[in-house]
Each structure stands twice: as C-alpha cells, then as structure tokens.
C-alpha cells in the first residue's frame, strides 16, 4: 500500500480556491467522526485507486495546518464547531461537501495537474474539468457517513432497483472522460476509479 | 461558438452552487435563505450560458435545463422548478432516450418528491388559492389573518419561491402590516432582481414602509437613469415621488413633481399598452396639476382612459390615492 500525504491546505495551491474554500469546513467537521480514537491526524484512508485497467492500494494520510486554513477561510473555525455541534446543520450537506472535498484532494494526488473548473447540481459528473459541449471530463463523486467499502461499491455498481453509477455513467455519449470518487466516513475508505474511457 | 465565455459562465455557476449548498449544509434559516438566493443566481447563469453557443447539441441544452431545475429544487422554488421541468420534458425528446434517462437520473427522484411535498402542502391551503382563477388576497379582513398563517407556512418551507412572498406582500399590505409587507417584497426581490414587476412595486411600497429618507434613498438609486427602464417602474417612481412630496416638506415639493413628471413621461416614450399607460397618463395628468397650482379632478381620470376607476370614486376620494391605487391593482 502506498502512502500518499496531503495537507488540506495545498489545495489552495493545486485547485480553484473558489471552489475548494466551501469545502474545508465540512471536510474538518465529517472526517475526524465521533470517535475519541481515531480523532487525531493524519486521517488515513485506505483508497483503492483503478485506472488504465490497473488498480493500487494506497494510504491517503490526510493532514491540516488549522492556523493556514483559518487564514484562507475566514471564520473557520467557529464553522466548524457548529457544523459538528449544531442541531440545524444538515448532515447530509455536510457529507456531501466534505466527499468534494476528498475528491478534490484525490485529484489533486492521483491526476496531478488537472484542476476542477465547475461544479454541476443536478446531474453527473459533479466535478468537471471541461465542460465542451458532448466532450464533457470530470470525476463523479459519492459520500457515505457508514457502511465501509460494501456502502461505495453499492453507489458504484448499484442493486435491486438502483442501477448504479458506473452503468448509468457508461452510456452518456455527452460523456468523454469520468472517473468515480467514493468516500466513506466510517469505516474510513475510498475508491477513485476510471470508468471512461 | 463563444466556448471560453460560455466556461467562464459555467465557472461562475458552480462557484454558487458550491456556496450555496455549503449555506444549505449551515441549516440556518437566514443562510439557507441566502443558499435560495445563489442558487436562483447560478440556474440564471447556467440558461444564459447555453444561450452563447451557436447550435448547442441538444444534450447540452438538456444539461443546462437540467442544472437549472436542479438549483430550483435545491433553492426551493417548487413554482420556478416545475417550470424549467416542463422545458425538460420537451427539450428530452430530442436526446436519445438512454442517455436522457441517465441524465436526469439523479433530478428526477428529486425533482418528483420536491413536486409531492409541496402538492401536499398546497392542498391544506383553506384561504389562500394559488393558480389561475385564485384569490391571493381575501376580501375580508380576518380571512386575511387566515391567509397570513398559510402564507407564512409555505414561505417557511419554501423560502425560495418568490412568488410565495409576493403573496406575503400583498396580504400584509392589505391588511396595513407595512413592514412585514416590505420585507416580504425584499425577499421576493432578491430571488428574482430582473423581475419588473417586484422592482416597480418597491419604489411605492418604500414611500410607506419606510423612514422619509431611506425612501429618498431607495428611490435615489434610480434618478437619472429611468430612460428606458421598464414602463411600470417609471410609473412607480413617479407615484413615489408624488408620495414623497406630499407627505415632505413644502420646499421639495415642485423638485420631487418635476422628477415624477419626467419619470411618467419616459414610461409613456416607450408605448407601453394597456392598463400601464392609462395609469402613466394619468399620472402625467396628475403632477400636471399640481405644477399648474390646480386642484386635481376626476376628469384627469376620463382623459387618461381610466373610466372604470372614475365611476367608482366618492367625492371625497382623493385624486392621487385613486392613481395610486389604480396602479397597484395593475401590478
């Protein structure tokens, strides 16, 4: 297994700051969890990276400066707190942003140089580095809050009723390139996996 | 094909989508009203943004609807949504239907149990009754209290349809609830900036809800650059003016006719049609008059075609209250 660190705030450096800066605050609230005993860095994911037809085991060892953070993202930290402590923080957000986030992150390890220049809503891929018209490349992204590895296998291959990402990711012909980006909070995992071309 | 504008617009819209869903995340009403906001901004940029590429490829097109709804739904505007989903159903035809179905796979269920939730909220509605042939306003004024309750209860859950508070608007100036009234105009105001009709009314509804000088002052933002603004804002404008000068002191007033008079009359130099060039007529009449140092009389009604109000005054009825109030029945 290979160890890849990565310090939250290089992605000031590595992506669009104006896309990341939303992101960090719920990264620092969802990835260390609830447990007093895996809530310190560096927060390892293992993450089971597939392109090319080839696939490697790595250890994402994901640490943060708060102090540079807070410098970037103001109010940070009163942010953070609330997301973690307060009653009308939406979980399901939170999850989500903190899955761009590590998504960001694995971009920027696993495809060094390329750089998120979008973000779409309603349909996939969310992170889109072009956005040529019938020509689109980006990575699709999924977070869990629990289920492991079995919960991101089940977004990407589906079940009874639920097709799943990578065949409904397979016949977009407006497609041209997209990878998928799956995390899992607890157990912590994650799978970054080319599905096209 | 302009491709590095059209990037740079789709750039700019995930920017507020991506600050927008952080405000959803935050659970805040006053953030996640402010998420409603970004993301009615972001479904604007994403329509405008197809619009550059010459001959889009339909399944670009169905993406950029797609987008669009989505930022309604997740902006909460079941209304605005539903109107962008029926562009989809259209615009879908048109794109293999494999494809299609993949596309919208993830709006879809969104977007369906959005429309359920809000249907189901829509059918407990006793005094409010939303659609065409409906009443937004009750005539009486404990069924508006009733109406009040309701409105509030769907701009609670909704607080991203702007036509919900536009209801709120004109149920709590009705009932004389000035600055909720005003308040309610903001937000639908701020949810929808190009909306003409949101923007004409908050020129009069300034001159009662609030201190003098901030409507001087909301008012102010519009001097000098009425050429060609909307007919109906230009009429409102006026009318505020004449507002403000009535209610001022006497030194400001032939100022504040003056700027109203050249207001009416850049609405009028735009051939509006209907009911807003009746009222901007008689609003022309109206600062004439009082230019002229004459008392104003129903007979400025009858010249600016506004017969139907004219037969219904009392004697007592002031000039300037019927113009008004004609107006606003028009918005």
């Given amino acids: 297994m290979t160890s890849l660190p990565y310090s939250l705030e290089q992605l000031f450096v590595d992506q669009d700051p104006d896309l990341v800066a939303d992101t960090i605050a719920p990264v620092l609230a969802w990835v260390p969890g609830r447990s007093k005993k895996k809530r310190s860095p560096p927060y390892v994911f293992p993450l089971e990276h597939t392109a090319a037809g080839h696939t490697t085991a790595h ?46 992150v694995a971009i920027s390890l696993l495809m060094p140089g390329r750089r998120v220049m979008t973000y779409n809503r309603g349909m996939a891929p969310d992170l889109l580095f072009d956005t040529t018209p019938n020509e689109l490349r980006g990575v699709e992204t999924a977070g869990r809050a629990t289920g492991g590895r079995r919960a991101l296998t089940l977004i990407r291959d589906g079940s009874a009723g639920d097709p799943g990402k990578r065949p409904q990711l397979l016949v977009r012909t ?3 390139e997209v990878s998928l980006s799956l995390w899992c909070g607890s157990a912590r995992t994650g799978i970054m996996e080319q599905v096209k071309p | 094909m302009s491709l590095g504008l059209y990037e740079k617009q789709r750039q700019m819209a995930g920017g507020l989508k991506m600050r927008a869903t952080a405000g959803l995340a935050d659970g805040r009403s006053e953030h996640v009203f402010e998420a409603c906001v970004l993301f009615h901004e972001a479904a604007r940029v994403e329509q405008r943004a197809v619009g550059l590429i010459d001959a ?48 919208l796979s993830r709006l879809e269920p969104r ?48 607080p991203g349809a702007a036509i919900w508070w536009w209801a709120a608007y004109r149920i709590a100036e009705a ?84 700027r109203a008079l050249q207001a009416a009359r850049a609405g009028l130099a735009q051939h509006p049609g209907g009911t ?50 004609s107006a606003k029945e028009a918005a």
């Avoid at chain 1, 923080?89 to 939170?94: F, I, K, N, S």
């Avoid at chain 2, 903001?186 to 809800?209: G, I, Y």
């Fill in chain 1, 59 to 104: 250890a994402l060892e994901l640490t943060w400066d708060r102090a540079k953070l807070a410098q970037r993202v103001p109010g940070l930290v009163a942010h953070v707190r609330r997301l973690r402590s307060a009653r009308s923080a939406q979980r399901e957000h939170v999850t989500e942003l903190a899955a761009y986030g590590l998504s960001f």
């Fill in chain 1, 174 to 176: 407006d497609i041209a």
């Fill in chain 2, 56 to 103: 889009a490829p339909a399944e670009t097109r169905l993406a950029a609807l797609i987008e669009a709804c989505a930022c309604y739904v997740d902006g909460l505007d079941p209304p605005m949504a539903g109107q962008v989903w029926a562009q989809i159903v259209r615009e879908r035809e048109r794109v293999d239907a494999e494809v299609a179905t993949s596309m």
């Fill in chain 2, 111 to 158: 977007y369906e149990r959005s429309h359920r939730a809000y249907a189901k909220l829509l059918s407990k509605l006793v005094f409010i009754r939303p659609g065409p042939g409906g009443s937004l306003v009750p005539p009486h004024a404990r069924d508006r209290r009733g109406a009040a309750r309701e409105v509030a209860e769907v701009t609670d859950s909704y």
């Fill in chain 2, 175 to 258: 009932s004389g609830r000035n600055m909720h009234a005003w308040y309610a105009l903001r937000r639908a105001h701020r949810l929808e900036p190009d909306n003409a009709r949101f923007e004409a009314v908050s020129l009069l509804a300034a001159t009662w809800a609030l201190a003098p000088a901030a409507a001087d002052e909301h008012l102010a933002g519009y001097r000098g650059r009425l050429d060609g603004t909307a007919p109906e804002v230009c009429l409102m404008y006026a009318l505020g003016e004449v507002r403000l000068a009535r209610d001022g002191p006497p030194q400001g007033r032939v100022e504040r006719w003056e």
């Fill in chain 2, 276 to 325: 807003t060039r009746k009222n901007l007529r008689a609003t022309e009449l109206l600062i004439q008059s009082y230019l002229d140092d004459e008392k104003p009389t129903l007979e400025l009604l009858y010249l600016a075609g506004l017969a139907d109000v004219a037969v219904r005054a009392r004697p007592t009825d002031d000039i300037a209250d019927l113009v008004t109030t």
